[in-house]
């Protein structure tokens, strides 16, 4: 076969191929302009959840904790009275939380350490601690004395427990505010 015939005869093969190789390209090029339009809406996404996160990170995370804190309402709040009807402080009753409050400042040496803390709460949370490490409980007691100049401002009582555990905790500290002001 002579040059100028096998040019005829594999002209219409490669025009063929060329022209599905033009096909190719032109997918590919509308693909690409409708990634890059996706791309963009990305991009404008993207510009949005910065502009709102940027509206709210001007919270402080104390302003923030403030905010929950005020959102959130006790169940029940509970005066704490002597037998004499005399008030001594209140109990505020959340889900999980007690926040037991003096009404008069009371400090935390003497009396309220010695019982109250360290051989209420702490047995309290020595015998979770036990529960949770057999799986019988899924936290234990916690809690935090807050004081403000030396007098304890409030008592914090995480995951107390049942009721009458509540009930308890709450009789306890009623009883050892009423003798620390007798003493």
Known sequence: MDA??????????LSIVVEDLLQLRKAIEEKIAQMEKELELYRKVLAALDEAIGKRS??????????REAARKPLEVQ???????????VAEIYEDELVLKPKVPVKLEGLLRRFFVEKLLERYREEDEDAVRQGKREAALEYEVQ???GAVKAVVV???GDENRRRDIIRAFRWTLERALKG
Do not use: H, M, Q, V
């Not at 100028?4 to 093969?13: G, L």
């Not at 995370?61 to 905010?67: D, G, I, K, V």
């Open 158 to 160: 995480k995951n107390y």
């Open 58 to 67: 001007f919270t402080t995370a104390a302003e923030e904790r403030e905010r």
């Open 147 to 149: 004081e403000e100049g």
């Open 4 to 13: 100028t015939k096998a040019t005829i005869y594999f002209t219409p093969i």
């Open 79 to 89: 005066a704490l009275k002597s037998k004499d009807g005399e008030e001594l402080g």
